[in-house]
């Protein structure tokens, strides 16, 4: 089927504007468009994300929520002039970091932010492994080098990989590269840190017998000194828990289909 000719340009990319009884061209949004579309699809938005938006991100009548949408809302209109330049979004599972996460993103690139990328912590660190395997068709540090020169870079459950010696280097390199730079990194995690207000202590469920126990921190899985530099390049988003946010749009989904 053929690409349907935009009305108003005629395929041409401009249209025609009258002020004060003068003629003159401006770029038509058919064109603002598409460059939106397209540099939606280079962030590489996972399918199972691509749809969330601040829009359609439920508040669940929280305060706390609300105080969150107004502090990302401000991030977004005062883009790139914020210090610093960065979001780090921690708070348990199923608590709509990474809705929140992508819904920033792009935001971003519909005010014209170029250099978008979304990047799955333990996908990165997959493909920046099998960089040094010439049988994996990956070309030598494609995926390391994204990371580090991404404009803005999101880097969703940060520590959800067993740690090593490697894990920890790498991770230190990509976020002291963005630090150095100042580069706008929006980053996730679930790992629980005490400065933040996090217990460390898991509690096993009530009548299971077994001890309580600690949890691996986030400087114990990434390393100290990215976790330092880090919380300096990041303003920290405490995201409340409010029921799960996942149910919470399983239920929604379900609501509007009827």
């Given at each position: 089927m053929?690409?349907?000719v935009?009305?108003v340009c005629?395929?041409?990319g401009?249209?025609?504007?009258?002020?004060?009884?003068l003629?003159?061209?401006?770029?038509?949004?058919?064109?603002?468009?598409?460059r939106?579309?397209?540099l939606l699809?280079?962030?590489r938005?996972p399918?199972n994300?691509a749809n969330?938006?601040f829009?359609?991100?439920?508040?669940?009548?929280?305060d706390d929520?609300?105080?969150?949408?107004?502090?990302?809302?401000g991030?977004?209109?005062?883009?790139?002039?914020?210090?610093?330049?960065g979001l780090?979004f921690t708070g348990e599972t199923g608590?709509?970091?990474?809705?929140?996460?992508?819904?920033?993103?792009k935001?971003?690139?519909?005010?014209?932010?170029?250099?978008g990328?979304f990047f799955?912590?333990?996908?990165?660190l997959?493909?920046?492994?099998?960089?040094?395997?010439?049988l994996?068709?990956?070309s030598?540090?494609?995926?390391?080098?994204?990371?580090?020169?991404?404009?803005i870079l999101v880097?969703?459950?940060?520590?959800a990989?067993r740690?090593?010696?490697?894990?920890?280097?790498?991770v230190?390199?990509?976020?002291?590269y963005?630090?150095?730079?100042r580069?706008?990194t929006?980053v996730?995690t679930n790992?629980?840190?005490a400065d933040?207000g996090d217990?460390?202590i898991e509690r096993?469920?009530?009548g299971s017998g077994?001890h309580?126990?600690?949890?691996?921190s986030?400087?114990?899985?990434?390393?100290?000194?990215a976790?330092?530099r880090?919380?300096?390049m990041c303003?920290?988003i405490?995201?409340?828990r409010?029921?799960?946010?996942?149910?919470?749009?399983?239920?929604?989904r379900?609501?509007?289909?009827?």
């Open positions: 053929a690409d349907e935009c009305a005629g395929g041409s401009w249209k025609i504007i009258e002020k004060d009884g003629s003159g061209a401006q770029r038509c949004e058919c064109v603002l468009k598409e939106g579309q397209a699809r280079r962030a938005i399918t994300y969330d938006s829009e359609n991100f439920s508040n669940r009548g929280s929520l609300n105080h969150v949408l107004l502090t990302l809302s991030y977004c209109k005062e883009f790139p002039n914020v210090d610093p330049p780090l608590t709509g970091k990474t809705h929140l996460a992508v819904a920033v993103l935001r971003l690139i519909e005010h014209g932010f170029e250099g990328l799955d912590y333990q996908n990165l997959e493909r920046i492994r099998s960089g040094y395997d010439p994996s068709g990956e030598p540090r494609e995926a390391y080098e994204e990371a580090l020169e991404a404009k880097l969703d459950d940060l520590g990989h740690v090593t010696d490697w894990v920890e280097d790498t230190t390199s990509v976020i002291t963005r630090y150095n730079a580069m706008p929006i996730t790992v629980p840190d933040v217990s460390l096993p469920a009530s077994a309580h126990r600690l949890k691996r986030l400087p114990e899985m990434i390393g100290l000194r976790r330092s880090l919380f300096e303003r920290i405490r995201m409340p409010i029921g799960d946010y996942r149910v919470e749009k399983k239920v929604i379900r609501e509007s289909s009827h």
